[in-house]
Nanobody, 120 residues
Framework: QVQLVESGGGLVQTGGSLRLSCVVSGSIFSINALGWYRQGPGKQRDLVASITKRGSTNYADSVKGRFTIFRDNAKNTVDLQMNNLNAEDTAVYYC??????????????WGKGTLVTVSS
């Protein structure tokens, strides 16, 4: 079993910052891509940012220049630093991981999500 646990969500004012963290644990042989997705009210779940094992990053156009994704391969963590937040960033943020398990299965896992609310 592999678990993803997010933390760091909360209420923030427009223009503020938050840092989300996700810890990946369990029967892990290796972790390939890590990512953050979000689902706003009445919207589909969309990619926010992703990072490969080697550190190559990809961002949604709406967050470029404001959000930064980090990973620590030694600790199996991925963080999302979010700056200059606005109301459209309000969503549940989900951590996602492409994992090779100790049984050598390539699996994709999701966290349960953490709520970010941006108030004006």
């Amino acid at each position: 079993q592999v678990q993803l646990v997010e933390s760091g969500g909360g209420l923030v004012q427009t223009g503020g910052s938050l840092r989300l963290s996700c810890v990946v644990s369990g029967s892990i042989f290796s972790i390939n891509a890590l990512g953050w997705y979000r689902q706003g009210p009445g919207k589909q779940r969309d990619l926010v940012a992703s990072i490969t094992k080697r550190g190559s990053t990809n961002y949604a156009d709406s967050v470029k220049g404001r959000f930064t994704i980090f990973r620590d391969n030694a600790k199996n963590t991925v963080d999302l630093q979010m700056n200059n937040l606005n109301a459209e960033d309000t969503a549940v943020y989900y951590c996602n991981a492409d994992v090779v398990t100790t049984n050598y299965y390539a699996m994709n896992y999701w966290g349960k999500g953490t709520l970010v609310t941006v108030s004006s």
